[in-house]
């Protein structure tokens, strides 16, 4: 689309804690890629409107210009990059092994082999796990019905981004959940954009100029209340 006549159509995934989810106070999206987002548009003095969807229809919908922009703790990944661009990379990430506390037989992905894991549809931890486990990995369209599986004993680990697992083993507590294992598959996060798009290489830029500026670091600390 053309950003200086229409309002931007930016996709964000609808549960993504806490990069994104909604306030079940007010009703409104929340979380760090929305406050990034929102410190670029005002500094690129862009006018938009978020669209949450289901993470796996963020690429395809990139793809056919049916939006804009898309932010949702993205990882760039080669096979995306081939059909999407990315902007400047906003966020080192990775993935992280989560069991119930009272499990004693997995301690890394090695011990993965004979149980079942759940992880959330299309993304980066579908792929990173294949090649663990011989059970079929199970895959839901929301990050909190595979923690809920695990939960109830349906799965025997999960495997997700590193800052949401951390972010809901901190929440479900230590008689809950324990993370287990180190950090895998170091990744970063892009905001994403139809091949082409003449904003990306603007948003880089807004991006870089956040982080040496400051704002970056306070949007960060809000978030994840430590330094970046
Ligand atoms: N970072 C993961 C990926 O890109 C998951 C993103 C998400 O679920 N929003 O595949």
Not at 191 to 211: C, T
């Amino acid at each position: 689309g053309n950003a200086a006549a229409k309002k931007l159509v930016v996709a964000c995934d609808t549960a993504f804690m806490p990069f994104e989810y909604k306030d079940t106070k007010t009703g409104k999206y929340v979380g760090f890629d929305i406050d990034l987002w929102d410190a670029v548009a005002k500094d690129l003095g862009l006018e938009y409107e978020l669209q949450p969807m289901a993470f796996n229809g963020i690429v395809p919908a990139l793809q056919t210009g049916n939006v804009d922009v898309g932010i949702a703790g993205m990882t760039i990944k080669s096979q995306r990059m081939e059909v999407i661009d990315f902007a400047y990379p906003y966020y080192q990430s990775g993935l992280r092994l989560l069991v119930r506390s009272d499990n004693t037989d997995i301690k890394s992905v090695e011990d993965l082999k004979d149980k079942v894991v759940a992880t959330k549809i299309g993304t980066s931890s579908v792929d990173f796990v294949k090649p663990y486990t011989t059970k079929p990995i199970r895959k839901f369209q929301d990050q909190d019905a595979a923690f809920m599986e695990l939960r109830s004993g349906g799965a025997d680990a999960v495997i997700f981004d590193k800052p949401v697992v951390e972010y809901y083993a901190k929440d479900a507590g230590k008689d809950a959940v324990k993370v287990v294992g180190p950090v895998y598959a170091g990744q970063y996060y892009g905001i994403g954009f139809p091949q082409g798009s003449p904003l990306r290489k603007k948003v880089s830029i807004s991006i870089l100029k956040l982080m040496e500026s400051g704002e970056y670091a306070k949007i960060y600390k809000k978030w994840f209340g430590v330094d970046p």
